[in-house]
């Protein structure tokens, strides 16, 4: 039998109230039918005359059901067909090469599969599609029509992966993102991609003024980028009227393009209601070197921090506030601690970090970074000093005293001259040129090993470069001859995988031997290090064929 429709095109439910003939097997009406269904036919038999608990009951609920259904759509006229929709838009990239095309129908088919805890030489495929998207969208491909579903799902399961999905996906994904309702983000994310550009004045006030936050945020971050004075005006124009919360995003725009025409309106935020909204404006003031926050900032950190020549040596002497009066709190300052931190500490680092950088050579009798940093300080303010000039140092940029502060990487952690926290010198290493980066890890890792290094290498730039590479390598290597606990460097392993060079696989190829089991080594400590081996020459020797499946064909 053909469905028949209502004319608005929906498939009606069973009319709960309808009321089967006199003659059909049950004359029980929906309702009856459904509390049946819910109790059970042992406990509500579905028609009269069934006694419950036989065993004809639960086909008699269903034959009731099912007549109930047919009787309500036979009395239904057919409905008109749906339009249909209009026809997709043409996308003038090329096509993806056949190659490339297969590649990419195995990535998304393996999105499904298990992936935690997976362990074998086969390469992680899901863990490929980020660098597969980024290719493919750098050399300008398109994606055959067939995969445009299975892109599409990906992106909805995988927000990360959105940005560069949706821009491979191209007119054609947006189109069909249209007519699935499980899509609409891709809808919501273009909608907000375009509104990157600023638009006409008139009609930024409108969205400024009527638009939901969102598309507020967006504008106001669009017209920073290509005129921060407009944005400011836009900002100053409903600032008293906005909610605390509101206030805070919308001030964290001004980052971007952050000048000195920005600090007349951040000195009248410091008094602002909201405690966010005020430590925001400071932090912001603070990276600005010549605002009037960063010099009472720094008259209050030179009172605190000076140079003692006494003892026959330089050192640094702290006398950290005795309290949080009211204009430092006006400046930023919170006053009380976290818990487990003294007060004194507390308040000290915050005065520290807002000052300029350019106060400590001028206290310090025109001394280098590096040979303040190396000054020894007393009475035990060495790692609450070192640890506030780093934040300084991250919140001001300053790479001068970010390598002031790292020291040498071959110096153990515990006896350099600047700080010891790896969290800190991954902050100060992002601070710094991407080749530089690369090398002080290289050197760190070639030093210490790989124990420590996880969150160093996390600010590298991807492929890494070849010092780095042969160092993690060289280090995992190590680490097995040793035969240390393989599982702790699973973390390093996967990095390996994905930001390796490539071309390095063939050199590689030796470390998936299998070795003796050492006697001292963890029980199948061998076997996992050359499965590990094998999966990351395998994922580079992979990532090199998506790389050549990827590369136009001149015609």
Known sequence: MLPVHRADGDVPAPDPHAVPDADAPSAASWDELVTSALLGTDRRPPAPGLAPGTQD??????????????????GLSPAPAAALPGRAPDDPRPLLPPAAELRLAQLLADRTAPSGGRRGAAPDLTELIPQWLTTANR??????????????????????????????AGPRGLWLAALNPEWKFALRDSARRERTGVPDPEAARRVWEEGLFAERVALLAAIRSADPAGALALLVSTWSGERAEDRLMFLDSLRTGLSAPDEEFLEQALSDRSRNVRATAAELLSTLPESALGARMAARARSCVHLDRTGGGASIAVEAPHECDTAMQHDGVTATPPSGRGERDWWLGQLVEATPLATWSERFGSRTPQEIVALPVADGWTDSLHAAWCR????????????????????????????????????LLATLPHAERADWVAGFIAAHGLSEAFQLLGVCTVPWSGALGSAVVDA???????????????????????????????RLSVLTAAQDEQEDASPGADGYWSEAFQRLVSTLRLR??????????AL
Not at 394 to 423: I, K, N
Not at 477 to 489: E, K, L, Q, T
Not at 544 to 553: F, G
Request: proline letters at 9%.
């Open 139 to 168: 050399r300008g491909f398109r994606p055959p029509a067939v995969l445009l579903p299975a892109l599409l799902d990906a992106a909805r399961a995988r927000t990360d992966l959105r940005p560069n999905a949706l821009a491979f």
């Open 392 to 427: 300084a140092a991250v919140r001001q940029r300053d790479t001068v005293w970010a390598r002031a502060l790292l020291g040498a990487p071959t110096t153990p952690p515990t006896q350099g001259t600047g700080t010891a926290s790896l969290a800190e010198r991954a902050k």
């Open 544 to 553: 090199a064929a998506m790389e050549t499946e990827l590369t136009p064909v």
């Open 57 to 74: 009951a639960p086909r008699a609920l269903l034959d009731a059901a099912a007549l109930h259904t047919v009787r309500r759509r036979a």
């Open 476 to 506: 995992l290597d190590i680490a097995r001859d040793a035969g240390s606990y393989p599982w702790s460097f699973s973390g390093v392993m996967g990095l390996a995988e994905r930001c390796l060079d490539p071309g390095e696989a063939d």
